[in-house]
């Protein structure tokens, strides 16, 4: 894998994969034999190379993250960064496998890898002022009067993320697709600031004030619209208005993903006193631990259901987009969520 990938020209998978990775390459090794042509390998046996199933296709846009991982050089400035670029991609490898779709991998990777840095930083490493600086330079989208130098490494990271979905033009009505997405990010990072603000109150909030917020906080509204944005000509502005509207498919994905998450959350979330939905339902009904785990599982079947059928009815957006929200819901315990 590495001699392949050394004798090949620089791989962009920005511009490569839209020529390389063809509407037919699902079937093994077609993705790579497009790949080789269009870098002037007519014949694979002439430079000692055997066409690559689709798995090998999908991790070498894997290796094309890791020097972007590298050039951020994160750990610099903000010692708590975590590498999980590895992580971030399998999981988005989860929610849209298909080799056609690479350019989607690759933007909800990278958008994992921006949240897990947020959501660190708001979990358990910045004061409640200096949340509070940042949550209003991303509304204002000015950085200069951040309080501490670790926060304006973050906000470029973030805005540096931005800029990128801004440069490719596959979608129709970009900008508002775009700007779209940018909404639903800042209203993540005020659901943070709001769990943020609990945890230093120290205070279990009532069950449905908490999921109000913890449906935002859960990314569910913000990973979609990524996944669209890297799917060119398959989402536009009318399956974003379509997202606008909440649909029961979207909502009940945000809901299955984020109980799912905080079933399954550490115990070390829990002693540290982090707001989390079995707790909060456990103060509010004054039941056992048990037996709110086996209501929010009673949920989640019940969210579940909900997804199936709306994933059946007849809708006017394409279904390689309604399909990826099982998936991504059922990766919930894996996302940068609390």
């Known amino acids: 894998m590495r001699m392949l990938f050394y004798k090949w020209p620089c791989f962009d998978p920005y511009n490569d994969h839209k020529q390389a990775l063809s509407s037919n390459s699902q079937r093994n090794g077609s993705a790579s034999r497009a790949f080789g042509k269009q870098h002037g390998a007519r014949d694979f046996s002439s430079i000692g190379l055997l066409p690559l199933p689709c798995g090998a296709v999908t991790l070498l846009h894997f290796l094309c993250l890791t020097p972007w991982w590298k050039e951020l050089d994160l750990a610099k400035g903000l010692p708590y960064v975590r590498d999980r670029i590895a ?81 490719d033009e596959g979608n129709e009505g970009r900008s508002y697709c775009i700007n779209y997405t940018k909404e639903r990010y800042k209203e993540v990072v005020r659901s943070y600031l709001v769990e943020a603000q609990w945890f230093y109150d120290g205070h279990l909030r009532p069950f449905n004030e908490y999921m109000h917020n913890a449906l935002i906080s859960s ?56 707001c989390l939905a079995g707790n909060c339902y456990m103060k509010e009904y004054g039941v056992s631990k048990e037996k709110a785990m086996e209501e929010l599982r009673k949920m989640c079947d019940n969210a579940w259901k909900d997804m199936n059928e709306e994933s059946m009815r007849p809708t ?12 991504c819901s059922y990766d919930g315990s894996c996302f940068p969520v609390r």
């Open 87 to 167: 992580e971030g991609f399998f999981q988005s490898a989860g929610v849209q496998f298909e080799p056609n779709f690479a350019l989607s991998r690759i933007l909800l990777t990278k958008c994992i890898q921006i949240l897990a840095l947020v959501d660190d930083t708001y979990d358990s490493y910045g004061t409640l002022q200096e949340l509070q600086c940042f949550t209003d330079a991303l509304e204002r989208g000015n950085s200069d009067q951040l309080p501490a130098d670790y926060l304006k490494i973050l906000y470029k990271a973030v805005l540096d993320f931005f800029e990128e979905l801004g440069d």
């Open 316 to 327: 006017a957006v394409p279904m390689p987009l309604i399909t990826q929200y099982k998936p």
């Open 219 to 274: 990314c569910f509204s913000l990973l979609p619209p990524v996944v669209f944005l890297g799917v060119e000509k398959l989402a536009g502005v009318k399956e974003f208005k379509w997202l606008e509207t909440n649909p029961k498919l979207v909502e009940a994905s945000k809901f299955f993903g984020r109980l799912l998450n905080d079933m399954v959350a550490r115990k070390d979330e829990e002693k540290e006193g982090h």
